[in-house]
């Protein structure tokens, strides 16, 4: 199941949203989290430090919804301002690093619901912790998926465009890209975006029956 569709006030659980970058992490947070201010439950809503992208002092996402948040250097800081909360919600948990699943298990055992969205993959493809140990441990998943640049097709892969630094190079448009499996495994000979159909690996399937029509057509004449 990927979202509760009704929560139980004091029972506890975890919701972890995961996918590439672009693919609507933050919105589908913010939205969780907005419902649950209508609701009139105490929210409190967090963000490392280290993504000071657009705002210091709330979530945002690149369509350029907003929510405030308190930005934190690790995961005990979200423990330690999470007391009065009934609801939780944290954006690119993967750079908290690994102590945010006992935090997570604390808070939902304390009773509070907790909504975790991050990355689940590297710029490499490699899980990306500690998303996928909180995978294993949530109530609920959701994957989202965003568009590959190159194809149209669903992008499930962050691409990197420049050649540097190590794992974390916080950036957007200019350093990451949504990419399906295929355009991301093309690297560089990925067409780019204005010079594509638009149509999903709209060239390799198209191809595949023309050549056996010649092929055919080859054997009928040698007869
Ligand atoms: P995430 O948190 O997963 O990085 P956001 O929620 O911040 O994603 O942003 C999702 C929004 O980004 C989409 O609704 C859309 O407006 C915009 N967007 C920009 N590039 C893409 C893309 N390649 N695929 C899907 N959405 C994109
Ligand atoms: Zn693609």
Redesign the pocket.
Same mark, same amino acid.
């Given at each position: 199941m990927s979202e509760p569709s009704r929560t139980f006030p004091g029972t506890g659980s975890i919701e972890v949203?995961v996918?590439?970058?672009?693919?609507?992490?933050?919105?589908? !947070?913010?939205r969780r989290l907005r419902r649950a201010q209508i609701a009139r439950q105490r929210v409190e809503i967090f963000k490392p430090g280290i993504d000071d992208r657009y705002a210091r002092d709330a979530i945002?996402?690149?369509?350029e919804?907003r929510i405030p948040s308190r930005s934190v250097e690790n995961a005990a800081d979200v423990l330690r301002h999470a007391h009065e909360a009934q609801v939780i919600g944290i954006?690119?948990g993967q750079f908290l690093g690994p102590d945010l699943v006992e935090v997570c298990e604390k808070l939902a055992r304390m009773g509070k619901r907790v909504i975790v969205?991050g !990355?689940d993959q590297d710029y490499l493809g490699r899980p990306f912790e500690p998303m996928p140990q909180l995978l294993a441990i949530a109530e609920y998943i959701t994957k989202?998926?965003?568009?590959?640049?190159v194809c149209g097709a669903p992008?499930n892969r962050t691409y990197r465009k420049v050649q540097r630094g190590g794992r974390v190079v916080v950036g957007g448009?200019e350093i990451y890209?949504?990419r399906c499996r295929r355009c991301y495994d093309l690297g560089r000979r990925a067409k780019p975006a204005a010079e594509s159909t638009g149509e999903p690996h709209a060239k390799p399937h198209a191809a595949r029956p023309r050549v056996r029509r010649t092929a055919a057509a080859r054997r009928r004449r040698v007869r």
């Open positions: 949203i996918g590439s970058m672009y693919s609507g992490k933050t919105e589908e !947070l913010i945002v996402s690149h369509s919804l954006d690119e969205a !990355l989202t998926l965003a568009i590959c640049v992008a448009a890209e949504a």
